[in-house]
């Protein structure tokens, strides 16, 4: 198999001839360390939440960008290589230190969602899927091609920000309902444009729960979320990873009505991999869990093996796994062991069958 046969058979449940391994997002640094040598980009450094703008403003752009650089998903072998044109948002954001987002908040309220509706930049306009088409004709075929989307779930919650749409789930339903609604029109148009390009699939990054559990309960989503998401999700015609940190046991049923062929990242400690693997194994591709706290920033070469191992030995029996992180592989990490990390993979993900076997 290549890595888009190799890609796809694992997202439609299937068992392909080696596990696959794909990251959804490599900070700009980590690719600099994994490389080697300085990457001269006009987006270097460039953390996309997802495009921002202000009340009162109009966005144009989708900021564009690819989620790896080419040459890091050659040095690693990975199957898959993706490119982003996420939903514009409206929050405070302060960039720290370490090269990351933090979120201080939202923008959008009552008062302020006319002028939201009127900033979304005008869906079908050509000019914001150039470079993603240019991107699908530049890398087609070496490997199993992906866009970075947000459905709707994670642009409501960073645009209101997390707590303040807690409360207007409760106590301004209609409010909260107008934005998911106005947001799976949107998406529905551009998953629509998307569609035209030629992706191998999506990966969807719309988090909805910590640890914890969700942020809302079964009957939130069942009479805000999905009936307003479900339309843009029915565009989506090639397979689909659905990305959500936290424990995700309670609505997992509730979001599998929107039809993801895999689910993501498999936050260690959050779900009972085990229990997941048994109970949602066949209906979903498992995609994940290389912890990203420990493995893949101060682990030792017996500690790698023994996280890939544990991943292979749970999740990629019978197929339908995709080993990746267990998040993004953000500026935290240590680059030197992502590259250990990819080596042993390379070797292991070889050694597994359809019954989690290994072959001699």
């Known amino acids: 198999m290549n ?26 640094r980590i690719r600099e360390g994994i490389l080697g040598a300085t990457i001269p980009d006009e987006h270097h450094y460039k953390v996309n939440w997802s495009p921002t703008f202000l009340p009162g403003e109009r966005c144009t752009t989708l900021e ?10 050659r040095k690693l072998g990975l199957d898959a290589l993706g490119f982003q044109l996420l939903t514009p948002v409206i929050p405070k954001l302060e960039l720290t230190a370490a090269g990351t987002y933090a979120l201080k908040g939202g923008l959008l309220t009552p008062e302020t969602l006319g002028a939201w509706k009127q900033g979304l930049p005008e869906v079908d306009d050509p000019a914001l899927y150039r470079e993603g088409e240019a991107f699908v004709q530049r890398y087609r075929g070496e490997f199993a091609l992906f866009c970075r989307i947000r459905l709707g779930f994670s642009p409501t919650l960073i645009s209101m920000g997390q707590k303040a749409c807690q409360e207007y789930v409760k106590s301004a339903p209609d409010f909260v309902k107008e934005v998911v609604s106005t947001y799976g029109q949107w998406m529905k148009k551009h998953i629509r444009n998307l569609m035209e390009l030629g992706f191998d699939f999506l990966w969807s990054f719309d988090d909805l729960a910590d640890r914890i559990g969700p942020f809302f309960t079964s009957k939130e989503l069942q009479d805000i979320f999905i009936p307003a998401l479900l339309p843009a999700a029915q565009e989506i015609k090639t397979p689909w990873i659905f990305h959500s940190d936290g424990n995700l046991f309670p609505v997992l049923d509730d979001l599998m ?20 693997k048994r109970e949602y194994g066949k209906k979903l591709c498992l995609v994940g869990n290389i912890d990203i706290k420990h493995t893949m920033t101060d682990a030792t070469d017996e500690e790698i093996r023994q996280c890939i191992d544990t991943c292979m030995d749970t999740l990629a029996h019978d197929g339908g796994y995709i080993i990746s992180d267990s998040n993004s592989v953000p500026a935290s990490v240590n680059p030197d062991n992502i590259v250990k990390i990819s080596e042993y993979i390379q070797k292991a993900r070889c050694v597994y069958a359809a019954n989690g076997h290994t072959q001699q």
């Open 3 to 28: 890595s888009v046969e190799r890609m796809l058979t694992a997202l439609r449940g299937g068992t392909p001839d080696k596990v696959p391994f794909a990251f959804g997002y490599i900070h700009p």
């Open 64 to 73: 564009p960008d690819e989620s790896t650089d080419v040459r890091v998903a």
């Open 257 to 276: 009505t929107l039809g993801m062929s895999g689910l993501h990242p498999l936050e260690p400690g959050a779900m009972d991999l085990k229990l997941l």
